[in-house]
């Protein structure tokens, strides 16, 4: 970034505090100077200042005619570490976790936002549980049960030898072997409870600096679903604002003993619930009697997983640190004790026993299909409700954008663990194809895994449709748009290349603005041809290749096609998630363009998935929120700009939201290829949709956002003038700077899209006026702070 903008004339010292967007940037190209310095934070998360400007509040002479510069640079929390490139494998958490802050802004429907709350937080438990299903679909049921009660599958697979069924050792009943390979999704388990606890302790433990508790209610509620016309109801701090919201500790806490319970009861119930279905026919019967009261106790640990999943949401309202030690201890060790149980009384000497067909309990995959997409549907019932009281035209499909998303995390589960379900059975297999006509050594996966496959290639050719009419329509737009670019630059000498790119880059920028609608067609197609495969399966019992009969016609050849391609196109994703993680672990540069997706994916706290990446902005949103109120309170008078790019913009205004009043007067906030209504206001209308960021306008000093039409992420935040104020956007930057060459600028400009903001003189100018609009603030004695600063 270029040095800070000169001229502050009001009086008192002026600090610049810059805040980098997605994919990172280096402290020494934010401040211009190659020397600089770490005045605070660490190898994560830091502040950092010219050498020149470490003790610029000692010597306020040097600093006049122009502001301290500081950057806060956040990258390493979310691209730094290699091994985070491996998050990837659990993006459908992330996906689930976003549709709970989808929920559309509401007044009075405290009960409906509650329900919203709790579909999204089962849905994400449907997810976990499917995780663990499909491990132990793998491991239990194609190599234990299947392969290795196969002689011809463990004479091919040879370190399966031992637990042949063949051999007759120890091993060799299904009861044990299916014990021995329960440890697999169990130890699945374990790693992502460790992964959770491990970002827990470091992400959801920073607490901010503000705030009291204000009350001791239960779940707390946005101040969007409360009635404000209401005189009986309490004045409330937007939802950003509550000194509660970026410290989530005793949800994830709690929500992280539940997922892991129902981990480890998914395993237990794959053992337990073969081996009790093998002793309800035969003569013991003490283990029909264990086998029982296994099930029982399944069951009852299945009831206390869904009431700690339901009974209670966010405590936004207060810095809520306690912890529920009955949950997050008691649960999870319980259900590691079942389990153990479980593995102990299937591997209990049955001598009669033998593994044939498929693992019993099959249905479990459809089960949890029907039960996804019932939530999906209940979710947008209750969002419809929520975004009926109040309408805007610009949320994201009508307010249905959460259960649209919640329904891409569902199909990306179902992608990902059938992926390799699929491709595990295929190499088990030999030269034949799972489910058909017997040819090969195992029976295969459960059948529904085979039709979720073969809808890929039809939802596919689904979707050429709306993207050849993008297509059309951008090429389209972009020749409508020649004139209107020669006319902006008044042109008179025209460049017909020159204005079919600049033409060409407004058009494609504008396709962020249709997104939300391609976003919904795949979740529909997705919810429709999913429930088509459930159905599918259902009646059929057949994989679709023998449930359209073997006649050699049409719709029989269609249907092998469809699964054969399917199943190579579902295992094919998930070989491409692996090996995007395995270059990003050794390729630094593909490794921080991973971490973009993590940069907008996981700003949001965990509030309905434990075992999603952490949010960032749990540390980066306080980081910046000491580092305002520290300075404002050391240096009474100065007036402070906080000057956020792209993804940066959006943590400005989240800290800004955490700032006192007081401190919040004596700030300016400073946006340019802001995201703030584009995506998240469009997106997550409850918390950045127009109510919130008119009240943000009129919460700070001022504010200025700057954009360009050719920027395809950020935009105007459409807060007008309200004739005290002025209009907080500024007139879209011209980009390029020039069309085509002349004597100042002999070589072409670049179109710069995106990206530096600064290199245009307007920008300094914007900046140099939303100093000077800054008032002195009134001396006060200076208070004490924690925490290291500079002044």
């Not at 997922?259 to 053992?271: D, N, Q, S, W």
Request: glycine share 10%.
């Amino acid at each position: 970034m270029s040095s800070a903008s000169p001229v502050p004339q009001n009086g008192g010292p002026a600090l610049e505090l810059l805040v980098h967007g997605v994919g990172g940037a280096t402290p020494q190209d934010m401040l211009g100077d190659p020397r600089t310095l770490r005045i605070s934070g660490d190898e994560k998360a830091a502040v950092f200042r010219r050498t020149d400007d470490e003790k610029a509040e000692s010597h306020p002479e040097k600093y006049q005619d122009r502001p301290i510069p500081e950057a806060y640079c956040w990258s390493n929390l979310t691209s730094g570490n290699s091994a985070r490139a491996l998050w990837l494998l659990l993006l459908p958490f992330m996906v689930a976790n976003l549709a709970h802050w989808m929920r559309p802004r509401a007044k009075g429907r405290t009960r409906t936002t509650r329900l919203y709350g709790v579909l999204v937080r089962l849905i994400a438990l449907s997810l976990t549980v499917l995780l663990t299903a499909a491990a132990c679909e793998v491991a239990l049921d194609l190599l234990a049960w299947q392969c290795a009660g196969s002689p011809e599958c463990t004479e091919d697979s040879s370190w399966l030898g031992f637990m042949s069924s063949a051999n007759g050792g120890w091993w060799s009943q299904p009861g044990r072997r299916l014990a021995l390979a329960s440890l697999v999704p169990a130890a699945l388990v374990g790693l992502l409870w460790y992964l959770s606890n491990r970002t827990w302790s470091a992400y959801e433990s920073q607490r901010p600096p503000t705030g009291e508790d204000i009350s001791e209610g239960e779940e707390d509620i946005d101040e969007s679903s409360v009635d404000t016309t209401d005189p009986q109801q309490p004045v409330l701090r937007p939802a950003l604002g509550r000194p509660g919201f970026w410290y989530g500790r005793r949800l994830v806490a709690r929500l992280r003993a539940a997922h892991t319970a129902a981990g480890f009861l998914t395993v237990a119930a794959a053992v337990a619930g073969a081996a009790a279905r093998h002793d309800r026919g035969g003569d013991d019967t003490l283990l029909e009697v264990c086998g029982w009261l296994l099930e029982a106790a399944l069951v009852v640990g299945l009831l206390a997983v869904l009431w700690v999943v339901v009974r209670r949401g966010r405590s936004e309202r207060r810095i809520d640190a306690r912890i529920d030690r009955a949950a997050v201890r008691a649960l999870p060790g319980a259900a590691l004790a079942v389990l153990a149980l479980s593995l102990l009384y299937a591997a209990w000497s049955r001598p009669g026993w033998a593994s044939t067909a498929t693992l019993p309990g099959d249905v479990t995959f459809r089960v949890i299909a029907l039960a996804q997409g019932a939530l999906v549907v209940a979710l947008a019932v209750a969002a419809w409700v929520l975004h009926r009281q109040v309408h805007h035209a610009r949320t994201a499909l009508g307010g249905l954008g959460g259960p649209a998303v919640a329904m891409l995390a569902c199909a990306l589960g179902g992608v990902m663990t059938g992926g390799v379900a699929q491709r595990v059975a295929d190499w088990l297999d030999g030269p034949g194809t799972p489910g058909m006509n017997g040819e090969g050594f195992i029976p295969g996966p459960p059948v529904l895994l085979s039709w979720q496959a073969s809808v890929i290639p039809v939802l596919l050719i689904v979707l050429l449709v709306p993207v050849l009419v993008l297509v059309v329509r951008t090429w389209l737009t972009a020749r409508g748009l020649a004139s209107t670019v020669e006319t902006d630059y008044a042109v008179t000498r025209s460049d017909a290349v020159r204005t079919r790119r600049i033409a060409g880059t407004r058009a494609r920028a504008a396709l962020t603005d249709v997104a939300p609608w391609i976003v919904g067609l795949v979740a529909g197609a997705t919810l429709l041809l999913g429930a088509g495969a459930v159905v599918g399966a259902w009646v059929s019992g057949e994989v679709p290749g023998k449930a359209f009969g073997d006649d050699g016609g049409f719709v029989e050849s269609a249907a092998e096609t469809a699964q054969s391609m399917g199943s190579w196109l579902i295992g094919f994703g998930f070989i491409l998630f692996v090996t995007w993680g395995r270059r990003a672990y050794r390729d630094a540069s593909t490794r921080r363009t991973i971490g973009v997706l993590w940069d907008v994916g996981t700003f949001w706290p965990r509030a309905a998935h434990p075992f999603a990446p952490p949010c960032y902005a749990e540390r980066a949103v306080p980081d910046l929120t000491w580092r305002m109120c520290t300075w404002t309170a050391r240096n009474n008078g100065g007036r402070l700009v906080i000057s956020g790019h792209s993804q940066g913009s959006v943590l400005a205004a989240a800290a800004v939201w955490q700032l006192p009043a007081a401190t919040r007067r004596r700030v300016a906030l400073l946006t340019y290829g802001s995201p703030l209504e584009r995506l998240y206001g469009r997106w997550f209308p409850a918390y950045f949709g127009p109510v919130a960021l008119a009240e943000l306008s009129g919460q700070v000093h001022t504010w200025r956002n700057l954009w360009r039409i050719t920027d395809p992420i950020g935009g105007p935040v459409l807060v007008p003038a309200d004739g005290t104020r002025p209009g907080v956007d500024c007139e879209a930057f011209k980009d390029p700077l020039v069309y085509g060459r002349s004597e100042k600028h002999p070589l072409p400009e670049p179109i710069l899209g995106h990206s530096e903001y600064q290199a245009d003189p307007a920008f300094e100018t914007e900046r140099r006026v939303l100093l000077d609009r800054i008032g002195p603030a009134v001396p006060r004695q200076a208070q004490g702070s924690s925490g290291r600063s500079s002044g």
